[in-house]
């Protein structure tokens, strides 16, 4: 359900700074995220602007101070705001989340993770993202996950898309492949 209740928010945020070009929206991404990452580290912060207690000025002056302290633009300020007064500082993640996913598609770029059995040798993620490129239709990034219990191999997740070249797949193809011939 947070996801769904972000998702306007941030699209409303993108439309107002979309003309301004894709640094000044991921400037507003980096802002919200640290934001975000307060909010995280820092629960009781969260609390007290969920609470009816803590009187609006009182909020107000909290989300100036930390706007001024993260030099937040004024957008990402109002948005702020926003969120406070409808008790939802909560969804921040989701918010930056979504529209993260907005930029990334204005600049066809594609997220993804990519895990491994052993950290990556250098330029082995990026090839990997290279040659995924064709297959998106896009660029693509991808984060990387270790997974030693792997053994060989590695998967790709691409949103819904799943490329498995491990060794376990592989295997089971085989074995699959080996009944069929058997039969």
Not at 120 to 139: D, H, I, N, S, W
């Amino acid at each position: 359900m947070s996801r769904r209740v972000a998702r306007p928010y941030a699209a409303a945020l993108f439309k107002v700074l979309e003309k301004q070009g894709v640094q000044v929206l991921r400037q507003v991404e980096g802002e919200l995220e640290a934001v975000a990452q307060v909010f995280a580290a820092n629960p009781e912060l969260l609390r007290a602007f969920e609470v009816p207690t803590v009187p609006w000025p009182k909020k107000q002056q909290l989300l100036k101070e930390m706007g001024s302290h993260l030099k937040m633009r004024p957008e990402a300020q109002r948005l702020l705001v926003a969120l406070a007064l409808h008790y939802r500082l909560r969804v921040l993640s989701d918010v930056v989340t979504a529209f993260r996913g907005l930029i990334d598609r204005r600049e066809g770029l594609v997220r993804g993770e990519v895990t491994l059995p052993a950290p990556p040798r250098a330029g082995q993620v990026e090839a990997l993202a290279k040659a995924l490129r064709g297959a998106m239709q896009a660029r693509v990034k991808l984060e990387t996950k270790v997974e030693p219990e792997m053994l060989a191999g590695f998967v790709v997740r691409l949103g819904s898309r799943v490329f498995d070249g491990s060794l376990r797949s592989q295997l089971k193809r085989f074995a699959a492949a080996a009944a069929r011939a058997h039969s």
